[in-house]
């Protein structure tokens, strides 16, 4: 059986586009994941990865490399040496880059066993940053001269979006796959509506350029009739804006409540038994601009009715499939006069178009279409 290394530096555990890639080979190919956290999934080979802490020195010495454009010295003018020990001591058949750190060692290790890696592109990289400082500046140059160096050497690049994939290919001539964040369809009904109690809902990660306050001001022009539950996941380092939206919360005195996030397995049953899946993603970056993300899919397979913002990858599958509600602008203000407009009667049609389309929006295609690259770059 051949082996495959899915390589991942963010939390895995609880990224479903990777552990999608791992139920998806994991039938075929002996699955080894490697990074800084377990999968969780029964039976696949973990190695975790030695992680460093640098300190102020080490940071001002990689800003001025990274200064000079000596981007090779300051990738492994730091822990990524002993990574590729650790990571060459198993042998693959191919590899799986999920981050564009994970390029250059890859491209290594893919030249020292002679094998081919792929680059899943979960966003657009050279645009990733909320603020233009000269950290985020120096890191957009590197990215940069990553992507030039080595998206050419992978077998294949895929990534999330079209308009992700068209910029990778406008930009640095490599064709890029579309695979979607789309969710494994779900046999579920959706919720009875009460009238007199529209549940919104929101889950994902509690970051400041996502601007969660608007959304919660979006429940405090509605009024006492609608009700916004939030599922947010925040890193250690960013627990204080948690904090800052729990307290703005509060100030507004707007339904607003904060559950304990669950497993990635156990989102949608979760999200079910609300009625409408919200979510207003200003387009701070480019990345923003071209959203389509997990939490989309699992809204339809959920059965939510769904309220976004004009957020054009998403807004296109709304608009095709009788969704929701799409605002005008980015404003609180334009998706709460949209919300206002609903009846009873549209947000039951709206979830049960959900229902009629998410055969059609699971991962269904998704799965063959990632199938078939692995089988084209393991031949």
Known sequence: MKSILILCYGPLHRDPRVLRQIKWLKEDYTIYTAGYTNSEIDGINYIPLSKCYPGLFSKIVRALLLFLGLYKIAYWNTIRKIQLTTLNNK??????????????????????????????????????????TLTTWLQKREVIYQCNRYLKRASA?????????????????????????????????????????????????????????????????????????????APQELKWYEKKIINYAKSTKANVYFHRPVKTNQIIKEINKYDIGLFLLPPTNTNYKLALPNKFFEFVQAKLALAIGPSEEMANIVTQYDLGVVSNTFTAKSLAEELEKLSLHDIVKYKNNCIESSKELSAGKDEVKFLEVIKKSLA
Do not use: W
Not at 97 to 113: F, H, R, T, V, W
Not at 178 to 193: A, E, F, M, Q
Not at 212 to 232: N, T
């Open 91 to 132: 042998k693959y058949d191919l590899i799986v880059a999920n981050d564009i750190d994970a390029l250059p060692i890859c491209d290594k290790i893919s030249s020292n066993q002679k094998i081919p890696f792929i680059f899943d592109a979960h966003e657009y990289y050279p645009d990733f940053a909320q603020k233009k």
């Open 157 to 233: 690049v895929t990534t999330v979006a079209s308009g992700i994939a068209q910029l990778y290919e406008q930009n640095f001539s490599v064709p890029a796959i579309l695979i979607r964040n789309s969710s494994p369809y779900t046999d579920i009904k959706g919720s009875i509506v009460d009238p007199e109690n529209i549940q919104l809902v929101h889950h994902g990660g509690t970051m400041p350029g996502r601007q969660l306050e608007k959304m919660i001001d979006i429940v405090a022009i509605l009024g006492k009739r609608y009700s916004l539950h939030f599922y947010l996941v």
